[in-house]
């Protein structure tokens, strides 16, 4: 598919997209659930969405166990957060949009406390024109109110956006918005009714900004 002119809004996920946070965020869900569940994999980055009371409920052998889990899940990441980066090219490529004129937004899964905690610690608090977090709404990804509530609040129009994004909940609330995705799949396998949905598929996040850039017209080595 081809994009007829350059969009006039960006909109990034957060984890996997713009920090390197999945190794983390896995390490934190195995130990909310440990003793109350199987070890979870990898595999739960393709439908994992909206808030803690949401994607452990699934994960967990008795669901009464569900505040211990979240407690543990929340101490987890107080204690380890600050170890999250942003992938290379992120920082340049959100300063690159900016000196484009190009206004980006975050529509992310994770909670709004941790959110902007992580934000102020990688010196992005300002870089967002809009954020939805996953507590903001009662629907999570991949229902497209998040993203709709975004396109509304800076008055653009669903063919005026491009979403990256890293996960299958992305690119299906990113097609339900009627806004094209860029999918980072990280190497693993998408279900083909997935993939057929995302405009644009790459195997990194650095791949993922290039596109982005290209299609604002800025130089590609604007990621480095």
Same mark, same amino acid.
């Given at each position: ?42 595999? /739960?980055? &393709?439908? +994992? =969405?909206?808030? @803690? ?8 052998? *008795? #669901?009464?166990? %569900? ?82 509530? /975004?396109? &509304?609040? +800076? =008055?653009?129009? @669903? ?8 996960? *299958? #909940?992305?690119? %299906? ?52």
């Amino acid at each position: 598919m081809t994009r007829r002119k350059p969009p006039r809004l960006v909109v990034f996920d957060f984890d996997g997209t713009l920090i390197d946070s999945l190794p983390l965020v896995l390490a934190a869900i195995a130990h909310a659930v440990e003793g109350f569940g199987p070890k979870p994999t990898k595999e /739960i980055f &393709a439908t +994992l =969405g909206g808030p @803690p009371e949401r994607f452990l409920v699934p994960l967990l052998h *008795d #669901v009464s166990a %569900l505040p211990v889990a979240i407690d543990r899940l929340m101490s987890f990441h107080r204690e380890n957060s600050h170890l999250m980066e942003p992938f290379a090219g992120a920082d340049a490529a959100l300063a690159a949009l900016a000196a484009a004129d190009v206004p980006v937004a975050l529509w992310t899964g994770r909670d709004r406390h941790s959110t902007q905690r992580l934000l102020a610690l990688r010196g992005w608090g300002d870089r967002f024109a809009a954020i939805v977090c996953g507590d903001d709404f009662s629907s999570h990804k991949p229902d497209p109110e998040g993203l709709r509530a /975004i396109l &509304a609040r +800076l =008055g653009v129009a @669903p063919s005026e956006a491009v979403l990256v994004g890293d996960s *299958d #909940v992305d690119v %299906l609330g990113g097609s339900a918005a009627g806004v094209d995705s860029v999918m980072i799949h990280h190497g693993r396998a998408v279900e083909t009714a997935v993939a057929a949905r995302a405009w644009r598929m790459v195997a990194s996040p650095p791949e993922a900004y290039t596109c982005v850039l290209q299609l604002t017209g800025r130089p590609a080595k604007s990621t480095g």
